[in-house]
């Protein structure tokens, strides 16, 4: 038998600017999805045949494995909330990459990881998919995903996918953390309702089509970025809280949020460094940056929301057996 582990992610900025070209950062948090594979009589997951439209990431990291290998059988568990927007798909498609390399002992590192992990996201989601949970939840830390990186950010790879509308490229890459850095923690709020990340970024560009100046918020969006990923590299969390609520109100100004989401934000502002929509918006999660974890989360199950805790720098995923 083997196992790996792979973290969920957030998105601390760039959001639906990153589908423009502009960079997204997002960090891994402490949940996360463990994959275990072992030898088999059939494809099965948690018992039962797999079934590859219940499991596209699954069929699509098994199609990239050596001629000859299985059947497996796969058990799944997870710490993240379902269909949040915690990239629960990436973590599982990263941790099944790993788990299966190290069952059939073919050596495999967390780029290859990431990659296949990609190409898994974009198969299940009709050929459109960013390397951002991906890269995420392979690499841990602080990622960086944008058309060209800003000079802080340490290159790691390149990712490329063939898409409808023709070849998306991007450079992935990492912000290291100040030694010292003492991090403030994050606390994520489920508001319980599902968003579809699609469907969310055809309504962003609905919007901007009808109305040409709403694309200035994600120009807006752009420039935060860019000074939260300073704020973030020098560990000047107040600036890095700051930039969290301005890039909310881009996202807010583009009808990204709900009333839910602007009631759970404004009750955690007051014990925050900075709170947000984190994602797709629509509904998902908020997420806020603080260092009276225990208050927001109370905050956020007060007004009905489900509050998860985090560790602000998290490891990336790894093969435990
Ligand atoms: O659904 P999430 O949380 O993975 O966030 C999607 C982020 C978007 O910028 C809206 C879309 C994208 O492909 O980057």
Redesign the pocket.
């Known amino acids: 038998m083997a196992e790996a582990r792979a973290p969920g992610k957030a998105?601390l900025f760039?959001?639906?600017a990153?589908?423009y070209g502009h960079p997204?950062v997002a960090v891994a948090i402490e949940a996360g999805v463990n994959v275990a594979v072992s030898n088999n009589k059939e494809w099965a997951v948690e018992g039962r045949p797999l079934d590859s439209v219940r499991h596209p990431h699954l069929k699509s990291i098994i199609s990239r494995m050596r001629r000859g290998s299985g059947p497996f059988s796969f058990q799944i568990s997870s710490t993240l909330f379902s269909a949040a927007?915690?990239?629960s798909s990436a973590a599982l498609s990263v941790a099944a990459h790993l788990a299966l390399r190290s069952h059939i002992g073919e050596s495999s590192n967390l780029i290859d990881a990431a990659r296949s992990a990609h190409l898994a996201e974009a198969y299940a989601q009709s050929g459109?998919?960013?390397p951002?949970?991906t890269a995420t939840s392979a690499l841990g830390g602080c990622v960086v995903v944008s058309s060209s990186l800003p000079p802080m950010a340490k290159h790691v790879f390149g990712s490329e996918l063939e898409t409808s509308e023709g070849l998306r490229t991007w450079d992935v890459g990492t912000i290291e953390l100040p030694i010292d850095s003492d991090p403030p923690y994050l606390v994520l709020g489920f508001t319980g309702n599902p968003?579809k990340?699609g469907k969310?970024?055809a309504m962003v560009a609905d919007l901007i089509s009808s109305n040409s100046e709403r694309k200035s918020d994600l120009d807006s969006i752009g420039e935060i970025t860019a000074v939260g990923l300073v704020a973030l590299a020098s560990a000047e969390w107040e600036a890095v809280g700051m930039a969290m609520d301005a890039c909310h109100d881009r996202l807010e100004a583009l009808n990204l949020s709900t009333p839910f989401l602007e009631k759970l934000i404004s009750s955690v502002r007051p014990y925050s460094l900075g709170s947000k929509l984190?994602?797709?918006?629509g509904g998902?999660c908020m997420m806020a940056l603080t260092r009276d974890p225990e208050r927001v989360a109370q905050m956020i199950e007060l007004h009905g929301a489900r509050a998860m805790i985090s560790s602000f720098y998290n490891e990336g995923a790894q093969i435990l057996i």
């Open positions: 998105i760039g959001e639906h990153v589908v997204a927007g915690q990239g459109r998919a960013s951002t949970d968003s990340t969310m970024v984190t994602g797709a918006g998902g």
